[in-house]
């Protein structure tokens, strides 16, 4: 691409945005810190008149009656302790992942009113602040505060004020993965402006991608006169094919003309959790140091009484709804209530694994009957393991228990007994484990779980391989607020149906 071409394309592409956003640049934090004490200012009111008129009326001797101003102003500095909790995570200064920045304010808050109740009872105040005040307040923002923050960046990248431009240099497959995350991640506000690409027929990859009308403005060794012309000041190199000679070149010759350089490596498939980078700085030697996940014995703790409480729980909520449904499937057709079939579990260990009966009693000859007379079923069946449309073996009650995942309920019984886990790689069936080939390694660490990443991704539109890499890749990943947000993320899947057959 010459250089005229190049200014025509920023010249009728750039100006509007990157004008808005140098000037904007310097708004954003104020206005997020604006949001912020808004939504803690209308949490702190709210807890205090939930606390007076639903506690107070059922226990007024325990919560006496307390007036707002007199509360406020015993804590009217607890919005600039949370603010600073906040900044100390980062929130202000980092645009993250949406569930990411979650996690961050929820350790801010705890953080936070661990700091009010320390300082209250320094001051000797703490009598005048209701504990299940500061329960309710702490509860609320939990909930409030992520969502304040989503709506109001939201608000604030479509005027303008948050977005902020990116050039991408590189236009292959790791390229175009970053610029579709970055368009997912509409509250991180950045915009891909611009690709910078040496080799055209990379380019290829966008066309049949979201990102397929970012533009390319030329090529690498014109990285230097784009980012004076655009003053862009973040930069995304997705070049895994450069040398690591070539990559360190290169991140040192645009360092110094930007705010922020940002490598995307090689290294899919690497564990990502809890990862951390260490030096040595007399032979500037990096280090990544990655950890194992599920191999300490306090995370498999805490993983299992994670289990035991949430599963335990569910498992008395739903009680009702499970014999519904055992007589639902008694009185529709021939056969035993329940389905118990073997998988492999932790380290390949076999166990019966419980699940509402769906389909007829003489299922294995249906199906070797349909496939028989049905190339394309036959076909189906080879990459899915699994019929995708029509499925002769099922009942009436079967096909609505297979949409909303309700067969699956009964493997609760297999958590509460330490078979399986809420969360977790699907469980296979023995006669898998030879197809699962070098991936069984990673995926028998853990126990098998009801929901895991495969259900929350498409669940039976993903192919075989598809599903073994998910298992894999959380295994390698695991924690406690990954098995939260997959928990989340089930629900919303479970009642649209998506990917249920």
Known sequence: MSSDTS??????????????????RSLSTPLLVAIDSSAILTVIIASFYLRDSLFRSIFPTIFPEKLLADTLSHIWWFPIVLIICLSYENLYQKRLPYWKEVELILKAITLAVIFVV?????SKTAVEVSRALIGLIWLMLAFVLPLYRYAGKLLLTRIGVYKRPVLIIGAGKTACLLANALRREKTMGYEAVGILNDRGECAEVFTEAPASDIPILGKVEQAEYLIRKTRVQDIFIAMPALSAGETVKLVNRLQPLVSNVVLIPDLFGLSMSGIEAECFFEEQVLMLNIKNRLKPVFNRAVKRLFDLVLGSILFLFLTPLLFAISILIKLDSKGPVFYNGYRLGQRGKIFECHKYRTMYDDSA????????????????????RKLKGHDPRLTRVGKVL??????????????????????????YLPSEKEAMEDWSEDILVAKPGITGLWQVSGRNLIDFDGRLKLGAWYVKNWSLWLDLIILLKTFRVVIKGEGAY
């Open 7 to 24: 200014d025509r394309v920023i010249t009728s592409n750039l100006p509007i945005t990157l004008k808005i956003a140098i000037v904007a």
């Open 118 to 122: 320390i300082i209250l009872y320094l």
């Open 365 to 384: 000859e249906i199906l070797k009957n349909y496939l028989a007379n049905n190339s394309e079923a036959q076909k189906e069946w080879a990459k899915y």
């Open 402 to 427: 297979r949409r909303f995942s309700l067969d699956e309920l009964p493997q609760l019984i297999n958590v509460l007994t330490g078979e399986m886990s809420l969360v977790g790689p699907r469980p």
